[in-house]
């Protein structure tokens, strides 16, 4: 029996070094995925490093009264790990996939073929500066603000309807006769008339005209669109000068912090009642909250940062029931007012069980 003592402790030592190996191996081989985990928490109320490294108010206000804040209204941010040129190792996503807080997603969902992270980083850039002029819009039309909304044509599609009819910096102020106050609106008056053909009131180098236009359909999978074939950007005239110094972040999900930062700043008292309040929601001019990426991983920045309510948009519910982190009550709303009404319970310190949650749909 002693003699086969050594063979045994010699297959061991083996099989030690083929496994050393492998990982070794797997280390190094490319990853078709990459990490998504928590990333930064800024205080909208607070403030934030500037172009100088300096600390300057995440959001300042000239031109109107402003007031005093209390505890936080924090937005929440979610840190990517890895990209095209240098993805995740198999040991790092395994250690991923163990931790709760974190995400394996695949990289074309992050960083779509063609796309460079230099490209990435601008559209998310342009995303930000379009979330933080929306979310103006929407607190001040809240607090009853005219905005001077227009909806301008960046341009048109080649081989599209629009293409030779619209061109880039036309102001379309009306649709079939009725006033356009919106892109939204306009987007969906287009969808509601179905491919007839549609008249548009342009305003063009200052001058007022009209144009006809026919949409084309549009499918993909089961859903059919009606497009005209052009982008659009929304110009506002905002009466006061409101300015969001946040840089390093990029994306369209802060937008409802922003806009619920700028009228606690507008209004007497604090909007949370001195409470630490985190969320999340892209926000468009009407007061409209949409979905987000990475909300998993949103809640437990947020936790992390000792925010004891979190607003969730409700289009994300089904990704964040069952993966709330002891110690975070997260609060369903879809719209800016629905948050409002939700602070409003919490800074009077009333029955906080009873805010719409995430359920099981």
Same mark, same amino acid.
């Given at each position: ?5 050594? *063979? ?23 990853? #078709? ?54 993805? #995740? ?8 996939? $163990? ?15 063609? *796309? ?38 960046? !341009?048109?599609? !080649? ?50 005209? /009209? ?5 084309? !359909?549009?499918? !993909?999978?089961?859903? $059919? ?8 950007? $929304? ?41 630490? *309040? ?39 519910? /089904?990704? *964040? ?41």
């Amino acid at each position: 029996m002693e003699r086969t003592r050594p *063979v045994k402790l010699g297959l061991g030592v083996w099989a030690l070094i083929v496994a050393l190996v492998a990982l070794v191996v797997l280390t190094f081989l490319p990853t #078709p995925y990459v990490i998504q985990r928590p990333g930064p928490v800024y205080d909208t109320l607070g403030t934030a490093a500037g172009p100088d490294g300096e600390k300057v108010p995440l959001i300042s206000i000239e031109g109107a009264e402003t007031f005093d804040t209390g505890g936080t209204l924090d937005l929440t941010t979610v840190q990517v790990v890895g990209n095209r040129e240098r993805t #995740p190792s198999w040991f790092e996503l395994a250690l991923a996939w $163990t931790d709760s807080s974190r995400a394996v997603v695949p990289l074309d969902s992050v960083f779509p073929e063609g *796309v460079t992270t230099e490209q990435r980083d601008e559209r998310n850039a342009t995303l930000m500066v379009d979330s933080q002029h929306e979310a103006t819009a929407a607190a001040l039309g809240e607090l009853g603000y005219d905005t001077g909304a227009e909806v301008v044509v960046v !341009e048109a599609v !080649e081989d599209s309807p629009a293409e030779g009819i619209l061109e880039p910096d036309d102001v379309i102020t009306a649709i079939d006769g009725d006033p356009v106050v919106s892109a939204k609106q306009l987007r969906s008056r287009i969808q509601d008339i179905g491919g007839a053909e549609i008249d548009l009131t342009v305003l063009r180098d200052g001058q007022e005209q /009209d144009v006809t236009i026919t949409p084309q !359909e549009y499918t !993909e999978g089961d859903t $059919t669109t009606w497009l005209i074939g052009i982008t659009l950007r $929304t110009d506002y005239d905002f009466p006061i000068d409101v300015t969001i110094q946040l840089d390093n972040v990029g994306g369209p999900s802060a937008g409802m912090m922003f806009a619920l930062g700028i009228i606690d700043q507008l209004t007497p008292g604090e909007l949370n009642g001195g409470e630490n *309040v985190a969320g999340t929601g892209t926000i468009e001019a009407d007061g409209t909250v949409g979905p987000i990426g990475g909300i998993r991983q949103k809640l437990y920045g947020a936790r992390d940062a000792g925010a004891e309510f979190f607003l969730a948009p409700a289009s994300n519910c /089904d990704e *964040v029931v069952g993966h709330v982190p002891d110690g975070l009550q997260v609060v369903r709303t879809a719209t800016l007012e629905e948050s409002l009404d939700a602070l409003e319970v919490i800074a009077d310190g009333g029955d906080v069980s009873a805010l719409p949650a995430c359920t099981a749909s």
